[in-house]
T-cell receptor, first 113, second 117 residues
């Protein structure tokens, strides 16, 4: 069955620290991968997406993610976090035709000023 | 704001009552999805439409749940005979299926929070 796992449920960092959030997926066939973010009181919005090509993708606000096919992983990174990055982050996977999106359980990031 | 809108934002009901949620997607988006999210979990797929056709429905969805998108624009999600386990945030998202820079990107609404007493 298709699934997405996020192992870090809650991460606390100080400003300027580096961030890496883990995401592993279980999917047969071609997979499209996403990271979504939900800031406090706001709706979910796309950070970045990977369909094919360069496995290192860059998104908004300085975020990037690396697709490692052999590890079934799509980890999110940011070299230096800011207080404004405090949010919940969701990894998601979808088949080639985007008929369903499977989401991980989310990681709450708390950045201390 | 021309984003996805959902109504009502919050609904409190008693067990056994019926509730209906409405979603207005971004106008040019032909795909519309319903998701459910409970505390500490990510969004869980319920169903999706391409234009007015309901193409897939989660096997987890009981017969008490029904969704429509009559003219390929707005959509409604109805829950009949609500149970306490139905308490959740119901999310709607739309996407412009096809090519373009937003290919595969889900645009979410703010959600409709259901509390069943």
């Amino acid at each position: 069955a298709q699934s997405v796992s996020q192992h870090n449920h809650h991460v606390i960092l100080s400003e300027a620290a580096s961030l890496e959030l883990g995401c592993n997926y279980s999917y047969g066939g071609t997979v499209n991968l996403f990271w979504y973010v939900q800031y406090p009181g706001q709706h979910l919005q796309l950070l970045l997406k990977y369909f094919s090509g360069d496995p290192l993708v860059k998104g908004i606000k300085g975020f990037e993610a690396e697709f490692i096919k052999s590890k079934f992983s799509f980890n999110l990174r940011k070299p230096s976090v800011q207080w404004s990055d405090t949010a919940e982050y969701f990894c998601a996977a979808a088949a080639y035709n985007f008929n369903k999106f499977y989401f991980g359980s989310g990681t709450k990031l708390n950045v201390k000023p | 704001d021309t984003g996805v809108s959902q109504d009502p934002r919050h609904k409190i009901t008693k067990r056994g009552q019926n509730v209906t949620f409405r979603c207005d997607p971004i106008s040019e988006h032909n795909r519309l999805y319903w998701y459910r999210q409970t505390l500490g979990q990510g969004p869980e797929f319920l169903t999706y439409f391409q234009n007015e056709a309901q193409l897939e429905k989660s096997r987890l969805l009981s017969d008490r749940f029904s969704a429509e998108r009559p003219k390929g624009s707005f959509s409604t999600l109805e829950i009949q005979r609500t149970e306490q386990g139905d308490s959740a945030m119901y999310l709607c998202a739309s996407t412009p299926f096809g090519g373009g820079e937003h290919r595969g990107e889900l645009f979410f609404g703010e959600g409709s929070r259901l509390t069943v007493l």
